[in-house]
């Protein structure tokens, strides 16, 4: 049976009323912030700072203190909080750290994951300040795959640590006393938690990469049963009388109720705001209240709680949602009052001391922040930090209004999975399955800039020249395109760095997986890419666009993105790609645009031409000025090059008058940005699109993947396609069929950096065969210090503000 949220909104929300202490619907509108991907924030409640990335959040068994797990890109810390001043009393640094936390039955110490150090740290804590104890080592650190997860402790009956992990695979059994490793057993697939019964006889175990639950035998020493439920199956949580589980499932939108006794799944809670919605809840945190009648489910990516009656089991009921902060990874319920970690918290800020040149730090500390303290250049560090709400239990009537504002920030709804906003004839049609004069799709990604890297030049669009350095001169193609078509100055990606970006771009969607992974990986402490078929358990549950093609019986080839010299990555692409080199520096664009034109002339010939083309131009992802390699110039200027070409060649060819081109970043990550460190350049290229015209419209990658979708006649794969504002303004019914003439390179595409130097030497410390292998703090560094010759503007992320004039002059102090 499923319970669906949606069925209480329709007779319950509307009309109520509400006592006077409440949050209203207004109140929390006035409120509201605007995130880059389209979609709002209205977080009720009250919120503290944590760091990067909260993963997890433990109760002490007196009730008293909480303790968080921050596990992102940056500073790793654990966090110790007291409930009821909801003040933060302590932050420790952890070397490497993941979700696995657990205070131990007295409260005398934490438990906490290392992560790629492959061990589990015990702090003792004392006087409300944590201190590092011991350690229980699982075996070397990375890169030895080991990488631990969840963990749980009995100090009272067993005297025993269980720790699960994702890189092996494993459950390791620990004596508390020797610190010895009692058992190891094989999970078959990637662990994320593991929950002690009640009475400590049965350890229970999500398989996060194979979709069940294991249930270990503390006594007999063995796996006693599985038991299959949704897909990622994450955080668990038990009922008091230990009869009922609740495991989330995160690519399912779901939670699945299982009867201890029986073994089974008695109940599945669909926790998404609408009945039967494709992937895009990410339900991944579940609580029950004191009296265990309430189940409340975190959901990721819609920004909310979702709350479920379930004092009769296999008869819950959906009673409403609760609006939080963004990303909330864990919930838990102390008395009356909800405890949410939002993974990035309430990042949607204005950064009036990011990426700007001008800035020198005797400016930036004449400007007073938050208690007046000296501001600080918003890095990464400071922009992605987690948040812990605190949000009194709501009434009947004041869940309602927290219900409709939910409703009110998601731009997703049933009714656009089939409807999307546009206008009657225009070339992307607003029904699934409309007709367009539009046959043939070109996909075209590059690799990580922003907007102002490369078009803050453009007079007519909302550029900063003080941050540009790709452009006119360096990219003159790619100016001549959004001079001759559209110019697209409000575009933002979904994606924060390329192993999600790869991903939101190919499938609208990045997997619970990833978003808490790759911040580690990234970060230097331990852990593989990930995406781009890299690994199943990263994949999302539907596949991605070429999954989807081949469901809606459209025709696809892919040359160099998830297929790689003679390999595909998926199943699916088997058969569908083409020979092309994938991301590899020390091969031009130019060459991969002549490996496509001699693949497309033969497909051309025998009119076989896909109608989805995906293809790979990622030079301008440069090398920085690592030694005797192409300077950063040249790569841009080849990958500049290479599109130009790319279009030229298909607007003089035989399908110009039926085809559109798009071509879009993976990600934003490695460049300054004066509005939002998200915002990025996105072209448009087709008969259909408008001329000379600059579109102000918000867009996003999800919405670049609606628009494709609706010109092929196929329905959104996720939540954020279906929600996502397709480019129909761009477009006119009115076709013009003028062809593209590319422009030379201005710059010689065979320049190479100096052999030797500091920026030479800091360069060659780095791994530069892989996207995103080097950090992108320190290539932003390199970079605008080998071509400026001055240092750098932070790389700054998830600071959305609303529209704002451009600048062309290099900007001033406002003291």
């Known amino acids: ?72 890109q940056s500073t790793q810390t654990i966090d110790l909080i007291d409930i009821k001043s909801q003040k933060r009393l302590d932050s420790i640094i952890i070397a490497r750290s993941w979700y696995g936390l657990a205070f131990s039955g007295n409260d005398q110490f934490i438990y906490a994951s290392g992560g790629h ?9 004392k006087k409300n300040r944590l201190a590092l104890k011991d350690s229980f080592v699982l075996g070397k650190k990375w890169p030895n795959r080991i990488g631990t997860a969840g963990l749980d402790v009995d100090d009272k009956t067993t005297n025993q640590l269980y720790v699960v992990t994702r890189e092996d695979s494993s459950l390791y059994v620990f004596d508390l006393n020797t610190k010895k490793i009692k058992n190891k057993i094989g999970l078959g697939a990637e662990a994320y938690a593991c929950k002690l019964s009640p009475d400590r006889k049965l350890l229970y175990i999500s398989v996060w990469g194979d979709a069940k639950v294991l249930i270990w035998d503390v006594t007999a020493q063995k796996i006693a049963a599985q038991i299959h439920v949704g897909s990622h199956p994450n955080e668990m949580t038990l009922s008091k009388n230990g009869k009922l589980l609740f495991v989330a499932n995160a690519n399912d939108n779901s939670v699945s109720v299982i009867n201890t006794e029986t073994r089974a799944v008695v109940e599945t809670l669909n ?24 189940l ?64 020198t730090k005797e400016s930036v500390a004449r400007h007073k922040g938050d208690n007046n303290q000296p501001a600080k250049v918003q890095y990464i560090a400071g922009l992605f930090t987690g948040t812990l709400s605190f949000i009194p239990t709501p009434t009947a009537q004041q869940l309602a209004v927290y219900s409709q504002a939910v409703y009110k920030n998601t731009p997703y709804s049933k009714d656009k999975e089939l409807i999307a906003s546009g206008e009657a004839g ?84 990045a997997t619970d997986y990833l978003e808490k992974t790759w911040p580690s990986s990234y970060g230097g402490r331990g852990g593989t890419y990930g995406g781009e078929g890299e690994r199943k358990i990263a994949n999302n549950r539907d ?41 590899n520096l020390s091969v031009a664009d130019t060459t991969r645009f002549q490996q496509w034109k001699k693949d497309f002339d033969s497909l051309l010939a025998i009119h076989a031409l896909p109608q989805l083309s995906t293809v790979r131009f990622g030079n301008d992802h440069t090398e920085g000025m690592r030694a005797g390699r192409h300077t950063p110039y040249a790569h841009v ?26 071509i879009l970043e993976d990600d934003a990550q490695n460049g300054p940005d004066h509005v939002d460190a998200h915002r990025s350049t996105a072209y448009v290229i087709s008969p259909y699109v408008k001329r000379n015209y600059v579109d102000h419209t918000m867009y996003s990658t999800t919405g670049v993947l609606r628009t494709m979708e609706l010109i092929l006649g196929m ?69 605008w210090m080998g071509l400026k010759g001055t240092p750098a503007p932070s790389p700054v992320r998830a600071a959305f503000l609303q529209f704002k004039e451009k600048k062309k002059d290099a900007r001033k102090d406002d003291d």
């Open 426 to 509: 225009n070339p992307i049609p607003m029904k699934v399955g409309g007709a367009s004069p539009i046959k043939y799709v070109f996909y075209v990604i590059k690799e990580n800039r922003t907007f102002d890297q490369v078009l803050g030049d453009v007079e007519k669009g909302n550029g900063d020249t003080s941050l540009c350095i790709f452009g006119k001169r360096i990219t003159p193609n790619l100016h001549k395109i959004v001079n001759d078509f559209v110019l697209l100055d409000n575009f933002y990606v979904n994606a924060e760095v390329s192993a999600d970006g790869h991903n939101w771009s190919m499938g609208a969607y």
């Open 543 to 583: 596949g991605f666009i070429w999954d989807h093609a081949k469901r809606n019986k459209v025709s696809f080839r892919t040359y160099g993105e998830f297929a790689d010299n003679g390999k595909a990555n998926l199943e699916v692409l088997k058969g569908h790609f083409a020979t092309y080199t994938g991301f």
């Open 1 to 72: 049976m499923k319970s669906i949220g949606k069925a209480f909104i329709g007779g319950l929300m509307l009309g109520l009323p509400f006592i006077t202490t409440a949050q209203t619907l207004q109140q929390l509108e006035a409120k509201k912030i605007q995130l880059p991907n389209e979609w709002s924030l209205t977080p009720a409640g009250t919120n503290i700072t944590l760091g990067d990335l909260p993963l997890n959040l433990v109760i002490s068994n007196s009730r008293k203190l909480a303790a968080v797990t921050n596990n992102g």
């Open 296 to 359: 409340y489910v975190a959901n990721a990516d819609n920004n909310c709680l979702a709350v479920f009656d379930i004092s009769n089991t296999g008869n819950s009921v959906s009673k409403g949602f609760i609006p939080v902060g963004w990303y909330p990874t864990n919930v838990r319920v102390v008395g009356n009052q909800l405890l949410v970690t939002n993974g990035k918290g309430l990042s949607s800020l204005p950064n009036p001391y990011g990426p700007n040149p001008t800035h």
């Open 715 to 783: 329905p959104p794969m996720t939540q954020y396609d279906a929600a996502a504002t397709p480019l129909w303004r761009s477009f006119t019914s009115k076709a013009d069929y003028t062809g593209f003439d590319h422009l030379p390179a201005n710059v010689n595409l065979s320049d190479r950096n100096p052999s030797k130097g500091k920026l030479a030497l800091m360069s060659e410390k780095f791994n530069w065969s892989e996207e995103d292998a080097v950090p992108d703090l320190v290539f932003n560094d390199i970079l």
């Open 271 to 294: 926790a998404a705001l609408y009945p039967n919605a494709p992937s895009g809840s990410t339900s991944n945190g579940v609580a029950l209240s004191e009296d265990n009648k309430t």
């Open 637 to 662: 200027a080849d990958n500049d090059l290479a599109v130009g070409m790319f279009i030229d060649y298909i607007s003089k060819s035989p399908i110009w008058k039926e085809c559109a081109i798009f």
């Open 117 to 125: 150090n492959n061990q589990v740290d015990r702090y003792e804590i």
